[in-house]
């Protein structure tokens, strides 16, 4: 996909997470790379109004180089991306129900969501660290972030909300969405004796779909 192709796709699924409720005013921002750098969803922009022409473009090296200024936590996105050069997009939520979870589990909690569906563990796998808080745009979150991202898909930001990535955009926000999911049924069935996916069954997942 070339990057106009891109940009209008970031726009498009942008604007579907925010009509849905996954983002609300400003709350969020995604990424993709690119193959000279990449796209990032400006600073204080609503993923429901993002114009493709503005959106933030960044260099190899994380410079600026076009577009509106970007987020002011490229730092998120250059910690997750680096950290797995087989992703291609990031895609951070404010989302309610994973945030929720993100301020009931304590930090270190390695898996705050159990495996109730198998497409939670399709799209987001086995782990689901909870990092320590940080205030939004704080650069000191950037080494927990990329330490974590070396083995998880996902990570719970503690207080703040849900960072997911994906091999594609698409992907990455697929990824957002069931996690969002998953984390309002894990609510919805607190305290109840739910059946979670036993641990076969969670390796036959991943076994069969990565």
């Known amino acids: 996909m070339d990057e106009a192709a891109t940009r209008a796709l970031l726009v498009e699924l942008g604007a579907s997470l925010f009509a849905r409720g996954f983002s609300v005013g400003s709350a969020g921002n995604i990424s993709v790379r690119l193959a000279d750098g990449y796209l990032i969803t400006p600073a204080n922009s609503s993923l429901g109004r993002l114009d493709a022409a503005g959106i933030s473009k960044l260099d190899l090296g994380w410079n600026h180089i076009g577009g509106q200024k970007p987020s002011k936590e490229v730092f998120m996105h250059r910690a997750v991306l680096t950290a797995r050069p087989e ?124």
């Open 87 to 210: 992703a291609g997009a990031v895609v951070h939520l404010h989302s309610t129900h994973a945030t929720a979870i993100a301020c009931l589990a304590a930090v270190g909690e390695s898996a705050p969501i159990p495996p109730l569906t198998p497409y939670f563990v399709m799209r987001v796998g086995r782990s689901l660290p909870v990092l320590p808080y940080h205030r939004p745009g704080d650069p000191a979150m950037e080494d927990g972030i990329h330490q974590a991202a070396k083995t998880a898909r996902a990570v719970l930001l503690a207080n703040h909300g849900p960072v997911v990535t994906g091999a594609t955009l698409r992907d990455a926000v697929a990824a957002a969405e069931e996690l969002e999911e998953a984390a309002k049924l894990a609510l919805l069935l607190r305290g109840q004796d739910a059946r979670a996916l036993t641990p076969a069954q969670v390796d036959d997942l991943l076994t069969t779909f990565g």
